[in-house]
């Protein structure tokens, strides 16, 4: 089951913790589109990046998958939201998709999906980092929090395997 968050609320901000936000309903298909982009995540781990998988997604169709390669490619911002974005290319409007992410976004991946006006992202957890889900809701974008198990233990393992590249990445924020 996924939670949806509030127009007001904010994970991790103010007390307020992902676990408080509302509940919402993922369909199947949000959860296929998760598993996509957990594969992404799981390819980025073992290539030893920061595991964080997302996709593009409209009317069921996959439009683009990309991961976190910014140690693989010495890029700071090839975050999985970004790479993903830039592998579906210039794109008349948005509107009509749901970006899937394995982990909450960064301010920099909240950006982008304000700035494309994406109006639906799937969140696959924000234990790991909560980002501010709020800032997204409180400017109309519809987020769903499924509070995934499989996401959390890959952020989980690579923290493990790789705490220096965790420390440099979010982790030590």
Known sequence: MGRRAGPRERAGDN????????????????LEMMRLALGEA??????????VGAVLASGGQVLAQGRNERVQRGDPVAHGEIACLRNAGRRPSYRDTTLYTTLSPCPMCSGAILLFQIPRVIVGEAESFPGDL????????????????????????????????????IGGR
């Open 15 to 30: 007390g307020c913790e992902a676990s408080q936000m509302s509940f919402g309903q993922p369909t199947a298909a949000d």
């Open 42 to 51: 799981r390819a980025g781990l073992e290539a030893g990046g920061v595991p």
């Open 134 to 169: 709020g800032f997204l809701t409180e400017r109309g974008v519809d987020v769903v929090l499924l509070g995934d198990r499989d996401c959390v233990a890959v952020m989980q393992e690579f923290q493990r395997r790789y705490p220096e590249v965790w420390s440099e990445d």
